[in-house]
């Protein structure tokens, strides 16, 4: 059984956790999230993560190992929901070999 807990890493450096909590938490970040979004961050899972990620490399214990998995799946399924601003092409333009008319103007 402790063969297969030193198999498994956490899929970020704990160093990581902290550096995405400290840009979350940013003045920068901030007025951008509030900017774009209309409200501020909410960080705390940045810093639960790090301190899960420690626990994790001090004690390997399932239940961090489990939190950290469901963080990153709660991750990447956030970031799946929203559709592409763009329709993604599944063959290149037909005339995609011909050379641009750089002297033509694009609104004709």
């Known amino acids: 059984m402790a063969g297969s807990h030193s198999l498994w890493r956490p899929p970020r450096s704990c160093d990581v ?7 979350c938490k940013s003045l920068f970040n901030r007025f951008h999230e509030y900017y774009t979004y209309g409200k501020s961050p909410d960080c705390q ?7 899960t990620c420690k626990e ?5 214990s399932t239940q ?5 998995q469901e963080s990153e799946r709660k ?3 956030e ?17 995609w070999h011909l050379p641009l008319n750089q ?3 694009q609104d004709s």
Do not use: C, G, I
């Open 17 to 23: 956790y902290w550096s995405e909590f400290k840009h």
């Open 56 to 60: 994790w490399e001090k004690n390997h």
């Open 64 to 68: 961090a190992k489990e939190s950290l």
């Open 79 to 95: 970031q799946r929901k929203f559709t592409p601003v763009w329709e993604l092409r599944k063959t290149p333009p037909a005339d």
């Open 45 to 51: 899972q940045w810093k639960q993560d790090y301190y």
């Open 103 to 105: 002297d033509k103007p």
């Open 75 to 77: 991750r990447v399924a």
